[in-house]
T-cell receptor
Framework: QKEVEQNSGPLSVPEGAIASLNCTYS??????FFWYRQYSGKSPELIMF????GDKEDGRFTAQLNKASQYVSLLIRDSQPSDSATYLC????????????FGKGITLSVRP | KAGVTQTPRYLIKTRGQQVTLSCSPI?????VSWYQQTPGQGLQFLFE???????NKGNFPGRFSGRQFSNSRSEMNVSTLELGDSALYLC??????????????FGNGTRLTVT
């Protein structure tokens, strides 16, 4: 059973702080990794994707991938109240990005 | 460019009935995937269609089926509805492989309530 685990939440951080969201996956054959953000009552929207070990930065967001440890994380710098949402980690194993295994998500709350 | 469009947004059905949901992908996207989202199980992959053929399938019973038309629009059907089928059903499309990284783009979903 291919699994994606996200550390239990909810996570609460003050405005301006760094929020760190973590995800582990069980299948070493996993090839690509995605972070989606989902606001309450809305559909998931893609924030970042990463394929190679190391860091990938996009604005206030940094995705980190460590395939040896089967670990992917998302850092949100200078957190804003508008970042309050559920963050979903997703992993693809079979080489096509259409079939993703999602974690249960972690709810982030940014306190003004 | 218009996003993924799903209709209807909300549906209420009774047990035993069947339902059909519709999805129009982003223009140029030929792959359409369907996911079910529930509070208990999270987001789970149902199936994927590409060029009118089912290319991948998740672990759902045969009551869940789908199809894709030549214009890439897709429908999914759930027969003999059960209370546990109440969920948000999300459709996603992705661009052809090789046109850059091709992550999924989700529609707004159809909220199905089975009573």
């Amino acid at each position: 059973q291919k699994e994606v685990e996200q550390n239990s939440g909810p996570l609460s951080v003050p405005e301006g702080a760094i929020a760190s969201l973590n995800c582990t996956y069980s299948d070493r054959g996993s090839q690509s990794f995605f972070w989606y953000r989902q606001y309450s009552g809305k559909s998931p929207e893609l924030i970042m994707f990463i394929y190679s070990n190391g860091d990938k930065e996009d604005g206030r967001f940094t995705a980190q991938l460590n395939k040896a440890s089967q670990y992917v994380s998302l850092l949100i710098r200078d957190s804003q109240p508008s970042d309050s949402a559920t963050y979903l980690c997703a992993v693809n194993v079979n080489g096509a990005n259409s079939k993703l295994t999602f974690g249960k998500g972690i709810t982030l709350s940014v306190r003004p | 460019k218009a996003g993924v469009t799903q209709t209807p947004r909300y549906l209420i059905k009774t047990r035993g009935q069947q339902v059909t949901l519709s999805c129009s992908p982003i223009s140029g996207h030929r792959s359409v995937s369907w996911y079910q989202q529930t509070p208990g199980q999270g987001l789970q992959f149902l199936f994927e269609y590409f060029s009118e053929t089912q290319r991948n399938k998740g672990n759902f019973p045969g009551r869940f089926s789908g199809r894709q038309f030549s214009n890439s629009r897709s429908e999914m059907n759930v027969s003999t509805l059960e209370l546990g089928d109440s969920a948000l059903y999300l459709c996603a499309s992705s661009p052809p492989v090789g046109t850059g990284n091709s992550p999924l783009h989700f529609g707004n979903g159809t909220r199905l309530t089975v009573t």
